[in-house]
């Protein structure tokens, strides 16, 4: 079971990695955000070696997306 843990812990590090780059290039706070949990979700998984922060970082990822934090898709705008 700590191996599972520890493939989320580091798929939850690499997306915040990515989230991280991100937030370089559009310098939205709601990515940074989104890092940020994720982060520390898996910091707290590895170190406690449990299932429940991979959890707790994920409902909480979706209820800052659900708030609007998430940047979305570009809207094209040139009329068509």
């Given at each position: 079971m700590q191996i599972i843990v520890y493939i989320f812990a580091a798929s939850f590090f690499f997306m915040a990695v990515a989230l991280m780059f991100t937030y370089q290039?559009?310098?939205?706070?709601?990515?940074?955000?989104?890092?940020?949990?994720?982060?520390?979700?898996?910091?707290?998984?590895?170190?406690l070696t449990h299932w429940w922060p991979l959890v707790a970082g994920f409902v909480l990822v979706w209820i800052?997306?659900?708030?609007?934090?998430?940047p979305g898709g570009r809207e094209r705008d040139t009329p068509q």
């Open positions: 290039r559009t310098r939205h706070y709601g990515v940074l955000l989104l890092g940020i949990t994720y982060a520390a979700s898996a910091g707290l998984a590895i170190v800052l997306r659900l708030l609007g934090l998430d």
